[in-house]
């Protein structure tokens, strides 16, 4: 039988075998972005949300706590809003991101981009990119939510300006435009 101490030598040398180790130099990242393939050389220790903003200059992403409390940094990963300042940038991986920047489809915006306009759901706007990103997945989703379905979509992300009520109508109306 293992005592603890090489029980824990030989869990760490299967976690070494199953995880090539790399970095602390900058290494080549393969992202799948808004339907493109982009490469950069980025620290395998950068978050998904900082090489977004910084190499790959999709600065819509906005950073406000930096550790998964606000919600501002919401990406699409495979179609599910995370929190991309809680990822390192190395692990998504072959899976599918979608940034602001890829939401409106040419000169199309998407419902939810347009439904923000029309009722005001901003006001300084640092969360709304993160906002609409969630709302935006909410009615991708499910066709007709509910004003707590919004709710709890929209419950993670904290708004400075208080623009909850605006943003839940605006979800309201874009799940209705898009049904229409
Ligand atoms: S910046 Fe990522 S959750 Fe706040
Ligand atoms: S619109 Fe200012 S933080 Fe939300």
Redesign the pocket.
Known sequence: MLNTTSAFIASAELINDAIPSVGPDAVAISLQINGVTRTVQAEPRMTLAEALRGPLGLTGTKIACNRGACSACTVWLDGRPVCSCMMLAIEVGTRAITTIEGLAQGDTLHPVQQAFIDHDA???????PG?IMSCAALVEHNPEPSADDVRAAISGH????G?YPHVIAATLDAAKARKG
Do not use: A, D, V
């Open positions: 901003l006001q300084c706007g640092f969360c709304t906002m904290i708004c400075r300006c623009t």
